[in-house]
């Protein structure tokens, strides 16, 4: 693959297309080990699950700000104000001025409210803000998006810690034909295989949490997730053949007689 | 509307049918209701029968890896802090009951400072403020002093388990920053319910059952329920159980549920529970309602043996108490006379940093702080 692949996101080049969440894990120390074997450089973290003012924080404190860039995010914000208020006191506090932007009304499935957000992502940039917003698949929703100016787009696969894989493809391709800012496929992704379907189907980035930490060794995951994305990636720059309905032999014989 | 027309519905013979459907299944029914997760109705009722029990190491697996799933190898800890024992409820099982002779102790501002400021030492970020239901000692005025003054020191979630309010009261409680409130109905069963509060405010069990939602009306983002375990018959409160959190679901999309379990040991009152209920049984109701509600928060408190609890830390359960006191003043301003009644005894004694380390054997990160003072009620 061509070294200069690289993803940009809001000026800024990354060589790793995988993104990872910190949650989830059972200690930092695993947490850690994950994110170094993932190559990840950019990390989400939850502002709701960590304290700013305790150097010792079990996330913070154990994500190497040298090596990754940190993105944190508005989990637990019901409402625009709630993470106009999130994303505000993170970057009063040093930690950054990107923020993943999530607005979940309902604690079931965690979808993310298109109002809201976007009402916030509005807010934000205006505020100074690089806004990376979760969004469900909605094409349109992600038009507006841009137009306010957030520097990429995060619709969901499925349900956030679902491992259902992409079961939103058929919007996330008409989002990925149409963005002028990179698609980062966020969400429900399970498996290695669906972070290489999201590649391949031409998607800048991914974003995993929940299929690397709740792993039986997430350390070997994350691996896996990185190799995952990188086939997918790499498939999608080669040219993948058409689907076809009917079979093809892969040796075809030829010089038959009609 | 409310959940009471469900209640009496299910009351129309509808309960009794699906208990005496339960003695009836079989342990394909419970395999079978394994098949599909979360469970549907009719695999919860075959994850209470009991051919579920022989089943159990598998239940428990399923259950351990759905909740991982959702919240992560995690169990968060929060700490509840008695503000007053004083009671104008007769509750027969309760230490608090206003017919006991106990001493009464309702602590004043400083001291719930004071309390407070001993617990965030310890590390705890999440608070349940309990109070007894007594209006002269503990009026709203002084359960929103207490919830402002918790939140000024440091706690990011700040729940209460007191006597139930009207929606306006609750909305006051929001604007102080109450995150969420425990309300636990005793028991569905409507009988048994007069009989174990035969006076008080607390008799009335529609008011009761109509708490979360006013509650939830009002703007409170996590409603805490559950049954007094041991009150009456395991299977029948269960299922009532499922069906309350199911109307609460539909009706308030955005407010989260927690599910306590709270169970009758030893009680200071020498109450005898009717319906006891056994660890295995214990277990097994917690073990199917995760599995139905992969979503809910599930807590078990001190009142369980740590035995117990080291089992359940994950499996089903996300959400302990570590290192509680039960009466008022306990950990700092009156800890060695301890004097002022408990509410029911502290059977896991050992200290939040004894918990930790439990929590970590058994392969899972312990979580002080999952909530930001950003995040406010829904209204």
């Known amino acids: 693959m061509n070294d200069n ?13 995988l993104l990872m969440g910190t949650g989830k894990f059972r200690s930092p120390e695993e947490m850690s080990k994950s994110l170094d074997a993932s190559g990840t450089q950019i990390v989400t973290v939850a502002l709701r699950r960590v304290d700013l003012d305790d150097p010792q924080d079990h996330i913070l404190s154990y994500v190497d700000r040298s090596k990754y860039l940190i993105l944190p995010n ?21 930690v950054s001025d990107w923020v993943k932007l999530e607005v979940t009304p309902e604690p079931r499935y965690l979808l993310p409210d298109p109002v809201e957000t976007l009402k916030a992502a509005e807010i934000l940039v205006k505020d100074g803000f690089k806004v990376l917003p979760y969004i469900n698949a909605d094409p349109v929703l992600a038009k507006r998006l841009e137009d306010v100016g957030v520097v990429t787009v995060m619709p969901l696969g499925s ?18 034909e149409q963005a ?46 990185s190799n995952g994305v990188t086939a997918g990636r790499q498939g999608y720059l080669a040219g993948l053949g058409k689907k076809l309905l009917v079979a093809e032999a892969s040796s075809p014989v030829t010089g038959l007689p009609w | 509307m409310s959940f009471l027309h469900t209640v009496e519905y299910l009351n129309s013979g509808i309960i009794d049918s699906a208990v005496a459907k339960i003695e009836t299944l079989s342990e394909q029914d419970v395999l079978k209701a394994l098949e599909r997760i979360p469970v549907t109705p009719e695999g919860f009722m075959a994850l209470l029968s009991r051919q579920a029990d022989a089943l159990t190491s598998d239940i428990e697996i399923l259950a351990r890896e759905l909740t991982a799933q959702r919240f992560g190898r995690v169990v968060n800890l929060y700490i509840p802090l008695y503000l ?120 009335d069990y529609k008011y009761r059952l109509d708490t979360p939602e006013r509650a939830a009306r009002a703007g409170v983002r996590s409603v805490g329920i559950g049954f007094l375990l041991g009150l009456a ?67 078990l408190s001190t009142r369980e043996a740590s035995a117990l609890r080291d089992r359940l830390f994950g499996a089903g359960i996300n959400q302990v108490s570590a290192g509680s006191k039960t009466s008022p003043g306990a950990y700092i301003v009156d800890p060695a006379g301890n004097q002022a009644a408990k509410q029911f005894p502290v059977v896991d004694d050992r200290t939040p940093a004894e918990v930790i380390d439990a929590i970590r054997k058994r392969g899972l990160e312990w979580v002080f702080k999952d909530w930001d003072l950003n995040l406010r009620p829904v209204s």
Request: proline fraction near 5%.
């Open chain 1, 5 to 17: 692949d690289t993803l940009t996101i809001a000026g800024r080049s990354f060589s790793s297309r």
């Open chain 1, 74 to 94: 508005t989990s637990g914000a019901r409402n625009a104000g709630e993470a106009v208020r999130l994303a505000r006191l993170a970057r009063a506090a040093g």
């Open chain 1, 159 to 176: 349900p956030i810690g679902s491992n259902r894989g992409i079961k939103t493809a058929v919007s996330i391709q008409i989002i990925i």
């Open chain 1, 180 to 225: 002028t800012v990179p698609v980062v496929v966020d969400a429900g992704l399970g498996a290695p295989s669906h972070a290489a379907e999201a590649l391949e189907m031409g998607a800048d980035a991914v974003l995993v949490n929940t299929a690397i930490a709740v792993a039986n060794d997430p350390e070997l995951m994350a691996t896996a997730f």
């Open chain 2, 84 to 203: 007053t024992n004083s009671c104008i409820n007769n509750c027969l099982y309760c230490g608090f009951g206003s017919k006991r002779e106990v001493q009464r102790k309702t602590l004043t501002l400083n001291e719930i400072a004071l309390e407070c400021q001993r617990l965030l030492q310890e590390g705890y970020k999440s608070l349940l403020l309990v109070a007894g239901e007594d209006k002269r000692w503990a009026p709203v005025k002084y359960i929103e002093s207490a919830i402002k003054l918790a939140k000024k020191l440091g706690f990011v979630f700040v729940a209460i388990e007191a006597g139930p309010m009207t929606e306006e009261e609750y909305r006051v409680l929001c604007n102080a920053g109450l995150d969420g409130v425990t309300v636990y109905q005793e028991t569905y069963e409507i009988e048994t319910y007069r009989k174990v509060h035969p006076s008080g405010p607390k008799k």
């Open chain 2, 233 to 299: 018959d395991f299977r029948k409160e269960s299922l009532f159980l499922g069906a309350h959190i199911k109307y609460l679901r539909k009706k308030y999309w955005q407010t989260s549920i927690a599910v306590s379990f709270p169970r009758i040991h030893e009680t200071p009152s020498g109450f005898s529970p009717a319906h006891p209920v056994s660890d295995s049984e214990l277990v097994q109701i917690i073990l199917a309602v995760r599995l139905a509600n992969p979503d809910a928060v599930l807590t």
